[in-house]
């Protein structure tokens, strides 16, 4: 097979895979390119962009599995963008590692470090420079989306380019479950050279193994596994969505294990370490875009409950940069960052909530939010009340039965008369339609 036909058959995988959205595919995947180099025994990613080569890490790991299952070896696998590849051609520097390539994003130095992740942090820390078993199992929990999985793949990086040559081995929960079902099939003797493929690693790190709840024979092989890592004093690492105790679905032994350890909780980073987090991001991904004061405030007030929203509303925002305003110089402005995003709905993260929303608008209009909240229907607070409901259903992108129940109580009929009236209003009256916008704009980029 040629390297020709070796694209076409992933590009025709990847075409079909329901994790890859069609707009990614045609935007980025499509154009790319497919290069051999057969003096290092890797294959080169060349896509047109910055903003395609940041898409296009998070498939890595599946383009390098479908290339794997094609010739039946393992290769190196980098991205590049045309204008790095065209400079590598000249120079030819040095190349750099397969596995520095797929994990640079997920480091110890790239994390960025708050109150909320701390304590998660210098554990893992800890298990990549000891390089030796600290805390069996280290157990770190938390919400989606809160940076479990860099602390993962990072003590994976730590371990892997140690000179002292120890193996880290990391895996998904689904990639464990589906390989364990695939054995099972096959086997009592598939599966016992699986567990010694991973009985041969110094560290295994196991990332949301909530997924394997109440999958019994899964399970068993996992006891297994566990079992012989602790008696040969080799390190686990884990990460949940939940804390042991609070797992469902799994064997009283095996929530006893995970406790053997230590279990540190991931909480999602307060404004100032969520906007540390967007600084980074733009710095090491798209240096020559910066947004300003009040663009990052606002993007750390909406998206600080979920790390990888922040990662694809700034790819979202440097897309449109690069394809409508590319020769431009000027600073994103919050006004530029809510029309990106003028389709998204914003989700209530405690930082924006109704009850920031009722105050802000309270203040401007000189009463109070226990009269917005009640039956008073004096014009003043009336046309309060309407603003309030109006800015919540555009703001936080509720339903009108949740508004209406923030709103004291009130009927869903009520807010969409309300957000309707409104509506008009700032339809017909550009001054009003001003107000408004001074209002949400006080109210998104409140501290």
């Known amino acids: 097979m040629n390297v020709d036909q070796l694209w076409d058959f992933i590009k025709t995988t990847l075409a079909t895979d329901t994790s890859v959205e069609s707009n990614i595919y045609n935007s980025y995947i499509s154009p790319a390119k497919l290069i051999q180099n057969e ?15 940041n898409f296009l890490v998070d498939f890595l790991p599946l383009i390098n599995d479908l290339i794997k299952r094609k010739l039946h070896h393992n ?3 980098k991205i590049l963008t045309t204008k790095e590849y065209n400079v590598q051609k000249k120079t ?6 397969p596995i520095s390539i797929v994990k640079s994003k997920y480091n110890f130095i790239n994390f960025v470090v708050g109150e909320s992740n701390e304590q998660a942090y210098k554990a893992a820390k800890k298990v990549g420079e000891k390089l030796g078993t600290l805390w069996n199992p280290l157990f770190i929990y938390g919400d989606s989306g809160l940076g479990k999985t860099h602390l993962l793949k990072a003590i994976e990086g730590e371990i892997n ?6 193996k880290a081995l990391y895996l998904t929960s689904e990639r464990f479950g589906s390989m364990v079902v695939d054995l099972i099939s096959k086997g009592h003797q598939a599966i016992e050279e699986y567990k010694q493929k991973l009985n041969d690693c110094d560290v295994l790190l196991i990332d949301d193994i909530q997924f394997l709840a109440k999958r019994e024979k899964t ?3 996992l006891f297994s596994i566990f079992n012989n ?3 040969e004093d080799k390190q686990l690492v884990i990460t949940s969505d939940k804390g042991p105790d609070e797992l469902n679905g799994f064997d009283q032994r095996m929530i006893t294990r995970f406790n053997l350890g230590l279990s540190v909780k991931v909480q999602a980073p307060d404004t100032r370490t969520a906007t540390l987090i967007i600084e980074e991001i733009i710095r090491d991904n798209y240096p020559e875009m910066t947004l300003t004061e009040e663009a990052i405030k606002y993007l750390a007030a ?18 449109w940069k690069e394809s409508e305003h590319s020769t431009t110089t000027s600073p994103v402005s919050l006004s530029d960052v809510q029309y990106v995003l003028r389709d998204v709905p914003v989700v209530n993260i405690g930082k924006l909530s109704t009850t920031k929303i009722k105050e802000i608008v309270a203040q401007r209009y000189g009463v109070t939010v226990k009269q917005i909240d009640g039956k008073t229907r004096t014009a003043p607070v009336t046309n309060a009340r309407h603003v309030a409901m109006y800015l919540t259903k555009d703001i936080l992108g509720l339903s009108y039965v949740k508004i209406g129940i923030s709103f004291g109580n009130k009927d869903h009929t009520t807010v969409l008369n309300a957000v309707d009236k409104i509506q008009k209003r700032s339809e017909a009256d550009k001054d009003f339609k001003k107000v408004l916008s001074t209002i949400k704009n006080d109210i998104t980029i409140a501290r």
């Open 229 to 231: 890592f602790i008696e």
């Open 219 to 221: 399970n068993e092989v």
């Open 92 to 97: 030819q520097p040095e190349q750099t590692s």
């Open 161 to 166: 380019t140690n000179p002292l040559r120890l």
């Open 302 to 319: 909406y998206y600080s409950s979920d790390i990888r929203k922040i990662y694809g509303t700034i790819n979202r925002i440097a897309f």
């Open 75 to 77: 290769v190196g696998l």
């Open 39 to 53: 003096e290092e025994n890797e294959y080169l990613i060349v896509v047109t962009s910055l903003v395609a080569k």
